[in-house]
C-alpha cells in the first residue's frame, strides 16, 4: 500500500500562492474612477479640450464632462463591461455616445458618434487617465 502524506492546511494554502502567483490583472483595470481627458482639433484648427470626471466602482458610476470652459454636464450611461466602456454626454442639441476598449489602466481607445440634428458623425477617441490638460 502507498503512503500518502497529508500537507497542513496551511502549508495547503501557502504553497497555493507560491504557485499561483500574484492575482492576475490581465482583464484590466478594476474600475474607471478618476479623471479622464482628450483633445481634438476641430475643421478651423481650433484644439477643443475634455475632461471626464468618473466616481464609484463597478457598475455604480456617476461622472460629469467639461469641454473647454463651459460648465460640466452629467454624463449618462456610464457603463463598463469587461474592458468595454460606454457613456453619453448632452450638451444642447448635441449627443455624444462614446464607445471604447479599456488597452491599459490608463487608456480607453474607441469612437465618438456625435450627433446634431439629424446628422451623426464617427470620430476616433482616445482618453488618457492622469491629470487634467492645462490651457
Known amino acids: ?58 457598475s455604480v458610476l456617476a461622472a460629469r464632462e467639461r469641454f473647454d470652459d463651459q460648465d460640466p454636464v452629467k454624463v449618462s450611461d456610464v457603463k463598463r463591461e469587461g474592458k468595454n466602456v460606454r457613456l453619453t454626454a448632452v450638451r444642447g442639441d448635441r449627443r455624444a455616445e462614446y464607445r471604447g476598449v479599456l488597452a491599459d489602466a490608463s487608456t480607453i481607445n474607441g469612437t465618438v458618434s456625435v450627433k446634431e440634428g439629424e446628422q451623426t458623425t464617427d470620430y476616433p477617441w482616445k482618453a488618457t487617465r492622469g491629470e487634467a490638460p492645462k490651457g
Open 1 to 58: 500500500m502507498t503512503a500518502v502524506r497529508r500537507i497542513p492546511l496551511i502549508g495547503a494554502s501557502l504553497l497555493l500562492c507560491v504557485f499561483s502567483g500574484p492575482p492576475s490583472r490581465a482583464d484590466g483595470p478594476t474600475d474607471l474612477s478618476g479623471t479622464w481627458s482628450w483633445t481634438w482639433t476641430d475643421a478651423a484648427g481650433r484644439l477643443h479640450r475634455h475632461v471626464l470626471e468618473v466616481e464609484g466602482i463597478g
